[in-house]
């Protein structure tokens, strides 16, 4: 089993650049990759970015790439979300998920809220 806990969310304004980060714990060993989701009101959940914990190749969606950026260290088992220059879409639960499979995420994070106010 894993456990992930999310941190750094809360409510910040139009233009900040706050960061979340992602703590793993339990059979870390199983993690192979980790990534960033999200779901604002009324929406599904949407991917973000993820990252390959061995190489930390990363994929980004249209809507995170050029502004966000992921990355993570391996000793500290944590991932990390830099989050720049927030627009009120932005404003969602952001979820950290891990996956010890190439294709699905198995392990999830129970949800940091970020709200971009105006």
């Known amino acids: 089993q894993v456990q992930l806990v999310e941190s750094g969310g809360g409510l910040v304004q139009v233009g900040d650049s706050p960061r979340l980060w992602c703590v793993a714990s339990?059979?870390?060993?199983?993690?192979?990759?980790m990534a960033w989701f999200r779901q604002a009101p009324g929406k599904e959940r949407e991917f973000v970015a993820a990252?390959?914990?061995?190489?930390?190749?990363?994929d980004y969606a249209d809507s995170a790439k050029g502004r966000f950026i992921i990355s993570r260290d391996n000793a500290k088992n944590t991932v990390y979300l830099q989050m720049n220059s927030l627009k009120p879409d932005d404003t969602a639960v952001y979820y950290c998920?891990?996956?010890?499979?190439?294709?699905?995420?198995?392990?999830w994070g129970q949800g940091t809220q970020v709200t971009v106010s105006s």
């Open positions: 339990g059979r870390t060993g199983s993690i192979r990759r």
């Open positions: 998920a891990a996956g010890s499979f190439i294709d699905r995420y198995n392990y």
């Open positions: 990252i390959g914990w061995s190489g930390g190749s990363t």
